[in-house]
């Protein structure tokens, strides 16, 4: 099986000293609050879409479909609009756009202007939002809430990777996800409260309490310190090593900067790190980052967790009782990744991936089968005994989704790409996460309305095909300094070590676009002891 055999340490393998210091804690804390903003948009937007007052304004003829009831519209269909996906969808349309400056900026200013940028994006598209008058005016925020979500996601993981200790970096980089998770509940919370509110401006207050974990990032990128892989990067030597004491909390830190500095040597001679990205020894990191974003998507979590609200009120439950439950998915997923952060750095992250694509698998195939009995097209039969069921169902794959596939879904690109591809490594991971949340967001309420309980066979469906790509083709990283994964994991895996041979990148880029010159008698640019 993949992604064992690697106990022992190579010649390279050298553990860095390093201290977990109180400025890596609340710098991680601060920045992380990238994922609260990113959490609250995906949760907001489906409570805000099955409140009446919102429809009525925005959306009168889903509204009126809903007013009639399954008598006249399919229980599946009537939310099926292609303007209402728009909403929710756009978002991540102009987050795949804004990633590509994200990654110039992440490479050129450093990640915390970066991180500054998303949000006074984030800020200025809370304000329009909570403002809005017409469809225009609502999409535009929506525009630039997007722009915040490409240049968070592009910064705040990186950020992470390159500012945790080795040894709880998995832990640290999860408080992203996290933050996804709370947001997420934090929203679904909110609009269970304003959902209450009379005269027709509950959503104006969902929408508007975005500005609160907008506040927090702008304010946490202000305060935060540039990570010393920035510095060293942009050519502030002296400042990169003062930072790098600081968090370390040694002076030994001569090792590690030495490493940090050949890994941005290198990293300059890449004149087109996008082309660089395509070499034959970037490309199982290339591979394993796009499948697992693909994989991500395709487990069909976002579609719950956009449509949560919609969902359990297609299945029967009043809006009251749908945001209700709504709520208790999103505590299960807050809990759930907690459990990710305490054992990823422990069990690994091949465990979590395979142990949660069982449980998703199991649930789906469950709530399937329940809806196929129970919930046609015009009638429902679902008693209360089987809607608690269908939502503990649910509950059981949001929770495995939760510890697995939501948090290493980014930290494993985030931890595999060397520095001279990472931003644009980072790049590529979100830009194809955002492709495919665009997808299923734009699709999910048409496909519910085709598909019927189909939906959930077509998801767990995905669940066993990626869980098949973890067992034999993703590594083992836990554990593994950043600068070591060439050698300690690409090269000693069963598949991917074809990939790592020098004398072929020798043959292939000797016209020049190479990583470096040939030095000591090692091959092109590929010099083993270097952060790659």
């Known amino acids: 099986m ?75 269909c009537k939310y099926d609009n292609q303007g209402l996906q728009l909403f929710t969808s756009s978002l991540y349309l102009a987050g795949l756009t804004a990633t590509f400056f994200a990654s110039y900026t992440t490479r050129t200013l450093g990640r915390r202007p970066t991180m500054l940028i998303a949000g006074v994006f984030f800020i200025i598209g809370v304000v329009l939002n909570a403002a809005a008058q017409d469809l225009a005016m609502l999409i535009a925020g929506r525009i630039l809430l997007g722009c915040g979500v490409g240049f968070a996601n592009q910064a705040v993981p990186l950020f992470l990777s390159e500012i945790a200790p080795t040894k709880i970096r998995g832990g640290l980089n999860i408080l992203f996800q996290l933050n996804v998770t709370i947001g997420i509940l934090f929203a679904n919370l909110v609009n269970y409260g304003t959902a209450k509110i009379k005269g027709g401006w509950g959503w104006r207050l969902s929408l508007g309490l975005a500005g609160v974990p907008a506040l927090l990032l702008t304010v946490g990128a202000l305060l935060v310190t540039e990570t010393p892989n920035s510095l060293v990067e942009r050519g502030r030597l002296d400042e990169g090593k003062a930072v790098l004491r600081r968090i370390r909390g040694t002076d030994n830190v001569e090792p590690e900067f030495a490493d940090l500095l050949e890994a941005s040597r290198l990293a300059k001679e890449v004149k087109h790190p996008f082309r660089n990205l395509l070499q034959r020894r970037n490309r199982p990191q ?60 422990k069990v690994g992250r091949r465990v979590l991936l395979l142990e949660a694509g069982v449980q998703m698998f199991f649930s789906q195939v469950v709530i399937a089968i329940i809806l196929g009995i129970k919930v046609t097209d015009h009638s429902q039969n679902l008693s209360k005994g089987f809607a608690i069921l269908v939502v503990v169902m649910i509950c059981t794959y949001v929770a495995a989704f939760a510890w697995s596939w939501g948090p290493l879904g980014w930290l494993i690109p985030s931890e595999t790409f060397p520095l001279e591809t990472r931003s ?36 767990s469906a995905w669940v066993l095909v990626m869980s098949f790509f973890v067992m034999f083709l993703l590594p083992e990283t836990k554990n593994i300094p950043i600068e070591e994964m060439t050698e300690r994991v690409w090269k000693k895996h069963w598949f991917w070590a074809r990939f790592m041979d020098d004398h072929h990148d020798d043959q292939v880029f000797a016209s020049g676009h190479v990583n470096g010159k040939k030095s000591n008698g090692k091959s092109n640019g590929f010099d083993p002891s270097t952060r790659l």
């Open 2 to 76: 993949a992604g064992g055999g690697f106990a022992t340490a190579t010649a390279n393998g050298v553990e860095f000293e390093a201290k977990i210091t109180p400025i890596v804690i609340i710098s991680c804390i601060m920045a992380a609050t990238g994922g609260l903003m990113f959490g609250y948009d995906v949760g907001v937007s489906g409570g805000v879409t099955s409140m009446p007052d919102f429809l009525k304004k925005f959306f009168p003829v889903v509204h009126r479909k809903v007013e009639a009831g399954a008598d006249k519209n399919s229980n599946y």
């Open 286 to 345: 290339l591979v394993i980052a796009v499948a697992l974003q693909i994989f991500q998507q395709c487990t069909g979590i976002n579609a719950i967790m956009f449509y949560a609200p919609v969902l359990f009120s297609t299945l029967g439950f009043g809006n009251d009782a749908a945001l209700y439950s709504a709520v208790v998915t999103g505590a299960v997923n807050v809990l759930s990744t907690v459990v990710s952060i305490y054992s990823v750095d």
């Open 424 to 459: 644009a490594g980072q790049s590529v991971t979100v830009c194809v996460n955002l492709l495919f949340t665009f997808i299923i967001a734009q699709a999910f309420l048409s496909m519910l309305c085709h598909f019927k309980f189909g939906i959930f066979i077509f998801f």
